[in-house]
């Protein structure tokens, strides 16, 4: 769990579990507010569940980073998690991708 410098512009969040997670996400949002040439990956492996305030946090986070043409991938996301960005209709706002390797490397060909 945590939040690590992959390289200079690509964040990598191992999510905590809720409701850690809340705190991890604000602080990312302040680290890409801070440097907006910044991607992010959110590896959810050790995620359970996404509470909805944590759902809001990933859309305020989506939009610092679209406003600023970065990109934000999700990867590792379980069914049950990945059921729950479906039925709130937001499985087509965000990317996802199988593991971290696929979602760091889907970075180096958007770059």
């Known amino acids: 769990m945590g939040i690590q410098n992959w390289s200079e512009d690509v964040i990598v969040v191992n999510l905590a579990t809720e409701p850690d997670m809340g705190d991890e996400l604000q602080t990312v949002i302040g680290l890409v507010t801070e440097n907006t040439m910044r ?18 946090k990933f859309l305020k986070l989506r939009k610092v980073l679209c406003d600023n043409g970065r990109t934000l991938v999700f990867c590792s996301v379980s069914p049950k ?8 209709g937001l499985e087509s706002v965000f990317d996802f991708t199988d593991d971290q390797f696929i979602a ?8």
């Open 81 to 88: 998690t990945r059921s729950i960005f479906s039925v709130t």
């Open 39 to 56: 991607d992010v990956v959110v590896d959810f492996a050790d995620a359970d569940i996404v509470t909805s305030s944590s759902i809001a």
């Open 104 to 111: 760091l490397a889907s970075l180096q060909l958007v770059n």
